[in-house]
């Protein structure tokens, strides 16, 4: 059987091998290895310009949108946050655009923490800047801190995994307005989403964890379904 190809979202960063330091097209491997997996073969996707997104958008059966570093405010309309790291404005405009054709074009994707920030904004949603000053607790951003998502039964996530999943999730930004057609699907205890999908679409999913990670590869099999389809 021929594997789905899916597209995996990446960093332009200076690394260095060898003697050489030169910048590089990175992803952590746990995305290629989770699709592989679960029958996909990754390809990863540097963000290089928008030049190449149709051609991705007319190639690819499936789309990951990886976790990075957090949206720049000022594209949806909020300040600069000086508490977090400083925006890759080139990733932000490439994998936003992109978003933007998945959508159009009706590819199936899962969007992984910032990427169902990117997913939520590309849609016209809004995002929380520092999660903290919003929840007063700063329970969301502590490494390593488990704790339970309850999960809409009836939605496409809640199919693939069940109406609740225990998570390793810290994150200091997080959906404020949802955008056009998302719909909140996953709630922590304090209300705040943790996924969300898009209505219509035949598989958009957005979460705040990582399902790449561990062993329980029930999400990235549905995504792979879904482009095998």
Do not use: C
Not at 58 to 81: C, H, K, Q, R
Not at 126 to 136: A, G, K, R, Y
Not at 169 to 196: F, K, T
């Amino acid at each position: 059987m021929t594997r789905p190809l899916i597209g995996i979202t990446a960093y332009l960063e200076a690394a260095r091998w060898g003697s050489w330091v030169r910048e590089a097209t990175l992803s952590p491997p746990a995305y290629a290895k989770a699709v592989q997996k679960a029958g996909g073969a990754p390809v990863l996707l540097p963000p290089v310009g928008p030049g190449s997104i149709n051609t991705y958008v007319s190639s690819l059966s499936g789309l990951i949108f990886a976790d990075g570093t957090a949206l720049d405010p000022e594209v949806y309309g909020e300040a600069a946050e000086t508490r977090v790291a400083p925006p890759q404005p080139h990733r932000d405009r490439f994998e936003l655009a992109l978003a933007r054709a998945a959508v159009n074009a009706d590819i199936p994707l899962l969007a992984v923490a910032r990427g169902m920030h990117v997913l939520n904004v590309a849609q016209g949603g809004t995002l929380i800047p520092w999660l903290p000053d919003v929840v007063d607790h700063n329970r969301h951003a502590e490494a390593g801190q488990t704790h339970v998502i309850q999960v809409s039964v009836s939605s496409t996530l809640g199919k693939a995994i069940g109406d609740h999943v225990e998570v390793v999730a810290p994150h200091e930004q997080s959906v404020r307005r949802l955008g056009n057609g998302l719909q909140a699907v996953a709630w922590a205890d304090d209300q705040i989403v943790e996924a969300v999908e898009l209505q219509g679409h035949r598989f958009a999913v957005g979460v705040q964890w990582h399902p790449e990670r561990g062993d329980d590869n029930r999400l990235i099999e549905a995504l792979v379904g879904a482009a095998r389809r």
